[in-house]
Nanobody, 121 residues
Framework: QVQLVESGGGLVQAGGSLRLSCAASGRIFSIDGMGWYRQVPGKQRELVAGITSRGRTQYTDSVKGRFTISRDNAKNMVYLQMNSLKPEDTAVYYC???????????????WGQGTQVTVSS
């Protein structure tokens, strides 16, 4: 079984920082792209940041210059450093990864359970 587990969410004042972590575990052969999404009630889940296995990154416009995604391939982890947080960043943040399991023939997409980030004004 493969699973993703997020940590690091919480309540922070506007202008503050949080660091989200996501650990992939289980019978993993390889991990391709990893990313962070977020969702607020009544809206679709949106991509916040993504990172390829070689470290190429992409960000949604609203977080550019404030958020940084990184990964540790040896530990099967992905991180999201969030600085200069704004109330509009409030959402449930989900970790996402494309993983090839030990006994699989193709990559599958996995999601974490989500972690709440709340930014107060």
């Amino acid at each position: 079984q493969v699973q993703l587990v997020e940590s690091g969410g919480g309540l922070v004042q506007a202008g503050g920082s949080l660091r989200l972590s996501c650990a992939a575990s289980g019978r993993i052969f390889s991990i391709d792209g990893m990313g962070w999404y977020r969702q607020v009630p009544g809206k679709q889940r949106e991509l916040v940041a993504g990172i390829t296995s070689r470290g190429r990154t992409q960000y949604t416009d609203s977080v550019k210059g404030r958020f940084t995604i990184s990964r540790d391939n040896a530990k099967n982890m992905v991180y999201l450093q969030m600085n200069s947080l704004k109330p509009e960043d409030t959402a449930v943040y989900y970790c996402n990864a494309q993983i090839l399991g030990n006994y699989d023939s193709e990559y599958a997409v996995y999601w974490g359970q989500g972690t709440q980030v709340t930014v107060s004004s």
